[in-house]
């Protein structure tokens, strides 16, 4: 059903209009969800690059599509670059959200696996707090 929108979005708005960036993105999780890893990372970036053009690099779409890319970086198991982007992600979910919100607890979970799976365990244990 994504695909689908995808290309009726694409049809309707221009390429870089940012429901696009969103769908994008959105499509790019469910393909890392899937295990089509390269795939996903392919949709995500482009999202990424949509959002960058149109909201300042501070801005929560941005979190949440680096959080994202992340997160794919770190089923493909590339846990270095999954981790900066995490950390990106989460410097700006934490200006724009409290502790609480369900978006900096997912970055920050999803930070802490990794720290751990890299041997990280003291970062990893103050990520908890």
């Known amino acids: 059903m994504l695909e689908e929108s995808l290309l009726i979005y694409k049809k ?9 960036a969103g769908i994008l993105v ?9 295990g089509t890893y390269e795939k996903a990372k392919d949709f995500i970036e482009q999202g990424l690059l949509i959002y960058k053009k149109h909201f300042p690099q501070d801005h929560n779409e941005i979190a949440w599509a680096l959080a994202h890319l992340g997160d794919t970086y770190r089923a493909i198991g590339h846990l270095e670059e999954a981790k900066s982007l995490l950390e990106k992600s989460l410097i700006i979910y934490k ?24 041997g990280e365990h003291e970062e990893a244990n103050l990520l908890g707090k």
Not at 12 to 20: G, K, M, R, T
Not at 106 to 116: D, E, P
């Open 12 to 20: 309707h708005l221009p390429e870089n209009h940012i429901v696009v």
């Open 26 to 34: 959105y499509l790019g999780a469910v393909y890392k969800d899937l």
């Open 95 to 118: 200006k724009h959200f409290p502790e609480t919100h369900s978006e900096v607890i997912w970055a920050s979970n999803c930070l802490r696996n990794i720290c751990h799976a890299l």
